[in-house]
């Protein structure tokens, strides 16, 4: 059988830290497992264009890995192709580089390491969060180039405390964040999402759901998004919803790039409609060179905290997605179940309510 994994490439660093598990060079720690059974494995980071290592191995694959930090976009023309393919496996949380309608059209099931590093983005949250409200990355820009004018940082910098803050999304990251947020004294913590909580889990958060996104958007000096890509949420931060945003908003997306459109938070963090804009997830990965998030900054100069994809690859995070990429490819291996709670979409369906609502 073929097991092909796309991982990004640590290079120097994936040598000297073994640790970095979800690379080419330390293989999830699976490869000499796979080997040792028998199977045909090929590790690559190449998974662009027709004659990828993506592409011309995908063909007679029977078991896909892919990490969100470097996906392998397996698009409907691509799956057309895959004759054997019968899993993919995320080796994360979030399977939107995979057609998940054409999965379900080709009875390929798609299987990620759930939960696995909810703790790890949530944190990245809130630590982006703080960055933006108190205008830390100039900040720490200015010492860099040796300069020291405390009026220009102030004059952008505010308290957590006192804000209303708001998730799009209250899943496991949702409800982490804002379980993290109840020490900040924020005015009001608020959720938008269809689905609801259980009811002891909303009880134990000191936060309201809100009916609809519009009244989110009105009400949120803070706004983080954490809902998966799917139909329904691509270009969902458009030009449109950020009128219906507080001037000098701040908005946190690590949930994917595509989410919010591209130009549209350009346009508002320049125009200053939103004082900030800051996550670790692009429209596309690795981001393109001259892809305008890199540079764009508001009428000070600021409010721009992007950084590469990383908050849910921490190496707390790679240990435990490592091992359950493992116990995915083990369970279908030996034909046992698998966690209901890690199957995306299984026989043809949508197995977890998380992408869209549906009948
Ligand atoms: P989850 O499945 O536990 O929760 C997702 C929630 O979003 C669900 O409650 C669902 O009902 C809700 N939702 C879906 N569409 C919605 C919409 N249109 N409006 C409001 N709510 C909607 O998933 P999770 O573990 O919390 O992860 C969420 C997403 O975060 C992932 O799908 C992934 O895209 C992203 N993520 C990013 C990183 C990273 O490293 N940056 C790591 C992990 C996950």
């Known amino acids: ?30 490869y000499d497992w796979l080997k040792g059974l028998g199977h045909d494995v090929v590790v690559t980071d190449d998974k662009e264009g027709p004659n990828s290592d993506f592409q011309k191995h995908i063909v007679d694959a029977e078991i896909l890995v892919t ?14 192709k895959a004759k054997n393919l019968k899993l993919c496996v995320t080796a994360g949380v ?9 999965a379900n059209k080709h ?18 949250v809130i630590m982006t969060m703080l960055v933006l409200v108190r205008n830390f990355v100039p900040a720490h820009e200015q010492i860099v180039a040796h300069k020291w004018n405390v009026a220009q940082i ?10 209303v803050v708001g998730t799009i999304g209250c899943g496991r990251i949702g409800y982490r964040v ?15 999402d269809y689905t609801d909580l259980p009811a002891d889990a909303a009880k134990a958060i000191n936060a309201t759901r809100v009916a609809t996104l519009d009244e989110l958007f009105a009400r949120c000096d803070v706004i983080t998004v954490n809902c998966p890509l799917h139909e329904s949420t691509r ?18 997306n690590t949930a994917r790039g595509a989410i919010c459109d591209r130009m549209a938070i350009v346009d508002a963090l320049e125009s200053g409609h939103i004082a900030g804009y800051g996550g670790d997830v692009w429209d596309v990965q690795p981001a393109p060179a001259d892809h305008p998030w890199r540079n764009m900054r508001g009428p000070n100069g600021n409010g721009n905290a992007m950084t590469a994809h990383y ?36 026989d043809g369906k949508y197995a977890t309510h998380a992408y869209g609502q549906r009948k």
Request: glycine share 8%.
């Open 154 to 163: 102030a004059r952008d910098a505010y308290d957590l405390e006192g804000k």
């Open 67 to 80: 990490t969100p930090f470097h996906p392998g976009y397996l698009t409907a023309e691509i799956m057309d």
């Open 235 to 252: 270009g969902l931060i458009n030009a449109d919803a950020i009128k219906k945003m507080k001037k000098g908003v701040w908005l946190i």
């Open 94 to 102: 979030g399977s939107d580089h995979i057609d998940l309608n054409a």
């Open 311 to 346: 908050s849910g690859t921490t190496l707390d995070a790679q240990a435990r997605y490592a091992k359950g990429t493992e116990e995915i490819i083990d369970n279908y291996l030996n034909g046992k179940p698998q966690n209901p709670a890690n199957v995306i979409v299984a």
């Open 1 to 30: 059988m073929k097991v092909l994994i796309i991982l990004y490439s640590g290079g120097q660093a994936a040598q000297e830290q073994p640790k970095l598990l979800g690379t080419t060079e330390n293989k999830l720690g699976i």
């Open 178 to 192: 804002l379980q993290r947020l109840e020490p900040f004294n924020c005015k009001e913590l608020l959720w938008f």
């Open 107 to 124: 009875k390929i099931t798609v299987a990620e390491v759930s939960g696995s590093n909810v703790v790890s983005v949530a944190e990245q």
